[in-house]
C-alpha cells in the first residue's frame, strides 16, 4: 500500500506519532496513573491492605516483560497494528470486568494480567519502536512528542478518575475506562504501519535524491549495522544499560501508584494529591520536546544521567516537604520530577536505538524489558510492605531516590557495543 511518496507534504511517519501520543495517553495512563486513585476506596470496601492492592501491579510489571518479549518480536515481523487491535479489545473488557471484583484474586488476574498484556499490546514497546524506525536523525524529537501522551494521562485521567470514583464509584469508573479505551483505541490501532520501506518511503521522509547523499548516511549505517537479539545479549553493554535504566524507571513506578496514598497519609485530601499529579505531569509533558530537541543535537548519555539523578534528588525533596506538612513545598518538588521524567522515555528509547539498530530494535528492546520490569515489579511491592509495617513510606522512598542518583552515575560510564568485537557483526 502507497502511503505518500517521500518528499510530499506530510510524512505518515507524523500519522503515526499522533497514533502514539494516544496509544500512550491511554495505555500508561491506565496501567500506572489510575491505579493510586482506585487503592483507598477498593481497600477499603474490599477489606485488603496496600501491599494486598499493589501485588496486582508487581504482577503486571512482571506479566509486561514476559509479554513483551514476545511483541516485541511481533512488532519486527507483522507492525503494531494486529497487535494493537487485538490488545484494544482484551483491554477494554478486562476493564469493564473490574466493576464486578469481589475477591482479592479477580483483582490480580483481571488487573495484574489481563489488563496487562492488553496494555502491553497498545503501549509504549510497540509505538515506540515503531517510531525508532520511520524516524533516525529526529528520533529524539518524534518519540518525545509522543511521550507527551503519558503525561497527559496525569493530568487528565488521574484527576477525572478520582472525581468520578468519589461521586459514582469505584466499579463505575472501571467500566467508563473500557468503555473511553474502545472508543479511542480502535480507530488509532488502524493507523499503525510496520516500516516506511513497506511503503516506499524512507526515514524521516526523506527522498530518494536525499538518502543518495550525506544526509542519508545515518539512516543507512543505523541499519545496517543493527545488531540482532542473540547479538545484543551477547554484548555488556545491553546488560548495563538494563541495570541502569531499570534503577532510573522504579521512581515513576513507585511514584505513580503511591502518590495519592502517601500524599493523604501526610494530611492532605484526595484533591490535593490529585492535583500533586498534575503539577508533576504538566512540567513532563512540556519539557519532552525540549529535552527531544537537545537529545538530537547533543550526547544523550549525559543527558540521561542528569535526567536520572533528578529524579533522585527530586524524590527526596518530596519526602523532606511531606514531612514538614508543606503542600506548597511538595508541589514545587513535584514540578522538578516532573522536568526530569520529561526525559526518562525519549532519552531511553534513542540510547537503545543507537546502541543497537533499528532493525531489530523490537527483537532486542524486549529481550531487555523481563530483567528491567523485575526491579519495577519488586519495588512498588517492597515499598507497600514496608508502608503496611512501619506505617510511613519515608525511609523507603528515601532507598528508592537513591537509585535513581546511582542509575544516573551507571548510565554515564555505559560504553556502545562494538561490532567488531568477537563475535559480533552487523545484522
Not at 487503592?39 to 470496601?45: D, F, I, L, T, Y
Not at 497487535?83 to 488487573?111: F, K, P
Not at 480502535?186 to 493507523?191: D, I, Q, R
Amino acid at each position: 500500500m502507497q502511503l505518500r511518496p517521500s518528499g510530499a507534504e506530510l510524512y505518515y511517519g507524523y500519522v503515526l506519532v499522533a497514533a502514539a501520543f494516544t496509544a500512550q495517553f491511554v495505555s500508561i495512563g491506565i496501567l500506572s496513573y489510575v491505579a493510586g486513585s482506585f487503592m483507598e476506596p477498593m481497600s477499603a470496601e474490599l477489606g485488603w491492605s496496600r501491599a494486598d492492592f499493589t501485588v496486582a501491579r508487581s504482577l503486571g510489571q512482571l506479566v509486561t516483560g514476559i509479554a513483551g518479549f514476545f511483541i516485541g518480536v511481533q512488532v519486527d515481523r507483522i507492525g503494531g497494528r494486529p497487535l494493537m487491535l487485538v490488545g484494544t479489545m482484551i483491554l477494554a473488557l478486562a476493564l469493564m470486568l473490574h466493576a464486578s471484583i469481589d475477591q482479592l484474586w479477580h483483582w490480580i488476574v483481571l488487573n495484574g494480567v489481563i489488563t496487562t498484556i492488553g496494555c502491553a499490546l497498545i503501549g509504549n514497546l510497540v509505538v515506540n519502536v515503531t517510531l525508532a524506525k520511520w524516524f533516525v536523525t529526529r528520533r529524539g524529537q518524534v518519540v518525545a512528542w509522543a511521550a507527551m501522551g503519558v503525561s497527559l494521562g496525569g493530568i487528565v485521567l488521574t484527576p477525572a478518575v478520582t472525581l468520578a470514583i468519589d461521586v459514582v464509584g469505584w466499579r463505575q469508573a472501571w467500566i467508563g475506562l473500557g468503555i473511553g479505551t474502545l472508543l479511542l483505541m480502535v480507530p488509532v490501532s488502524m493507523l499503525m504501519r510496520r516500516t516506511p520501506e513497506d511503503h516506499g518511503l524512507h526515514p524521516d521522509g526523506k527522498t530518494p535524491a536525499q538518502m543518495a547523499t550525506d544526509e542519508g548516511d545515518k539512516a543507512r549505517l543505523d541499519f545496517e549495522r543493527s545488531m540482532t537479539r542473540a547479538q545484543a545479549v551477547r554484548t555488556g553493554s545491553f546488560y548495563a544499560l538494563v541495570g541502569a535504566f531499570g534503577f532510573f524507571s522504579i521512581n515513576i513506578v513507585v511514584v505513580l501508584l503511591h502518590l495519592i496514598p502517601m500524599m493523604t497519609d501526610a494530611g492532605f485530601n484526595r484533591s490535593q494529591a490529585a492535583l500533586a499529579m498534575v503539577v508533576a505531569s504538566v512540567p513532563a509533558m512540556l519539557s519532552k520536546p525540549v529535552w527531544g530537541y537537545y537529545i538530537d543535537r547533543l550526547a544523550a548519555k549525559p543527558l540521561a544521567a542528569a535526567s536520572a539523578s533528578m529524579t533522585g534528588v527530586s524524590l527526596a525533596l518530596i519526602v523532606a516537604a511531606l514531612e514538614g506538612q508543606s503542600l506548597l513545598g511538595a508541589y514545587a518538588a513535584f514540578f522538578l520530577l516532573g522536568i526530569a521524567w520529561g526525559g526518562m522515555i525519549p532519552l531511553q528509547e534513542v540510547i537503545w536505538g543507537s546502541f543497537f539498530g533499528r532493525r531489530y530494535l523490537g527483537s532486542v528492546r524486549s529481550a531487555a524489558l523481563p530483567f528491567a520490569l523485575l526491579l519495577g515489579a519488586i519495588a512498588p511491592y517492597l515499598v507497600s510492605v514496608y508502608r503496611d509495617s512501619a506505617g510511613s513510606y519515608t525511609t523507603a522512598l528515601l532507598i528508592v531516590a537513591g537509585l535513581n542518583v546511582l542509575s544516573g552515575l551507571m548510565i554515564q560510564q555505559v560504553k556502545p557495543p562494538r561490532l567488531n568485537s568477537g563475535s559480533i557483526t552487523p545484522g
